[in-house]
């Protein structure tokens, strides 16, 4: 008999596999099909590695025990949900990939109380007659950007795209070169307005585009102005762009309206935490822009949604519109929108209970304190299979805002000893819950800054498990 023909003869019966003692334990808990299946995959996975090499196969893999241990690894990581809790270690507050912001604490009730019961998500409980899903949060908004009127829809993609094609479909859309944006590589104003039947006019250059390029532009068939925030480049050196209150001021006597799509939308000035000055949504609306449109998820750190806010008439179009329906947002996150959006009415409040501005507020002194305790830890725990040390990182916001900001910060950089650092990133990944962290220099960097400290014994137990020689192999 040649080796391969040794090896497939040791391949264990699957009936005799579902006999041993981890698989009947594990058939408690799952159904019977999914770990015959499991048993099935896992015998015919190893026949095939055999048949492509048996020199390199490693046959103590074919004891009963050990393809137990395998079909139940599959069937734990078949088990899991394909959407998992993630420790973010990279320090960028707002990773898309990482699903931007995460909830305070009672925008995650609300959304529990809500998705418990039943709710008045479109019954008016003073009359008792139909109202609007819209009206749960209008006011709040109002209040808090000084706008005469406000709604809410799925995302601020969706947002631009609706106000777009409720204000100015089959007329023209004014709008700068330095401004037509893409963003996350599906979001590209040129392509957004075209969506929305709104017939793009580019005016002025890439650098510079001054007033009179917008008042030269001007036609019978000039629906709106739109000014988009570069939220994730800049131009540098000789640029200018107008102003908000500038373009107010051509488009009022020609009875045209003004638009800006701010992006992440600051509901208060951040610049004291390291960020630049940007125009707050209160100040686009006081400039006199007529509809302002801005996210959910970014720095107002909320859930995903794309809020417009601005003059009423308008507004109503839009509301009105047939896609309003089509991109209306759903209980749940209307709830956690509400009741983030209450936290803004109290500043103090907000910079303590919303994570983003928690996170973006920490001092650096205090990551720094933070970071060297993690590492102490970390040091004691982990003994002799990594270096490590307490390192300058800086964080940034991320989303697709503010590209050049960096926040100075502090990071644990970990330098495994037993296996390649994007071996360990891997493993990371992979555990539960999984860690993401940066890979740099040949270390992996913990970055403190967007890690919760009630997170670091989780981090400390996963990065264990990952250094641990005997970590299965995933
Ligand atoms: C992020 C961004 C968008 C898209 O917002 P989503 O909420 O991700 O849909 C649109 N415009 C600008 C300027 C942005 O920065």
Do not use: W
Request: hydrophobic share 40%; proline share 4%.
């Amino acid at each position: 008999m040649n080796p391969t023909q040794q090896l497939l003869r040791k391949l264990p019966g699957i009936d005799k596999l579902l006999d041993c003692q981890a698989l009947t334990e594990l058939g408690e808990s799952v159904p019977h099909d999914v770990l015959t299946k499991a048993a099935r995959e896992t015998v015919e996975q190893l026949r095939t590695e055999i048949l492509e090499s048996a020199e390199d196969f490693d046959a103590t893999r074919l004891g009963l025990e050990q393809v137990a241990a395998e079909v139940a690894q599959l069937v734990q990581n078949r088990m899991r949900p394909n959407l998992r809790p993630v420790i973010n270690a990279t320090g960028t507050l707002l990773h898309t990939n990482l699903g931007r912001a995460p909830l305070a604490e009672t925008a995650l009730q609300a959304i529990t109380e809500t998705a418990r019961m039943y709710s008045n998500l479109e019954l008016d409980l003073e009359s008792g007659k139909r109202g609007l899903r819209h009206d749960l949060v209008a006011e709040l908004l109002c209040q808090l950007t000084g706008a005469e009127a406000a709604i809410a829809v799925n995302n601020n993609a969706g947002a631009v795209y609706l106000a777009l094609a409720a204000l100015a479909q089959g007329r023209e859309g004014i709008v700068s070169r330095g401004e037509l944006v893409e963003i996350g590589g599906a979001f590209r104003i040129p392509d957004v307005m075209a969506a929305s039947g709104v017939r793009l006019v580019e005016v002025g250059t890439t650098n510079k585009t001054h007033p009179r390029d917008y008042l030269n532009a001007i036609t019978e068939e000039t629906g709106l102005f739109l000014k988009v925030h570069t939220s994730n480049f800049r131009v540098v050196g000789f640029t200018s762009q107008v102003s908000g209150a500038e373009l107010v001021e051509i488009a009022r006597p020609h009875g045209i309206a003004v638009m800006e799509d701010l992006g992440s939308g600051m509901l208060f000035d951040l610049s004291e935490y390291g960020l630049p000055r940007e125009p707050t949504v209160a100040e686009a609306v006081a400039a006199g822009i007529d509809v302002v449109t801005f996210s959910g998820d970014k720095l107002l750190g909320g859930p995903q949604a794309g809020i417009i806010v601005g003059r009423r008439e308008l507004i109503e179009k839009i509301r009105s519109h047939p896609m309003a329906r089509a991109l209306r947002m759903d209980k749940l996150t209307l709830a956690s929108l509400e009741a983030t959006l209450r936290l803004y009415l109290d500043r103090e409040r907000a910079l303590r209970e919303i994570p983003v501005l928690r996170m973006l507020a920490t001092p650096a002194e205090e990551l720094e304190q933070r970071c060297i305790k993690l590492a102490r830890r970390a040091t004691e725990e982990i003994d002799s299979r990594a270096q490590i040390e307490v390192v300058a990182a800086p964080s940034t916001v991320g989303g697709g805002a503010l590209p050049t900001t960096e926040l100075p910060g502090f990071a644990m950089a970990v330098t495994p000893r037993e296996q390649s650092v994007d071996a360990l990133a891997r493993r990371l990944r992979h555990g539960q819950p999984a860690v993401v962290a940066r890979v740099q220099d040949d270390r992996l960097l913990f970055n403190v800054r967007t890690l919760a400290s009630d997170q670091e014994n989780d981090l400390l137990t996963a990065l264990q498990t990952a250094l641990d020689r005997n970590h299965e192999q995933d």
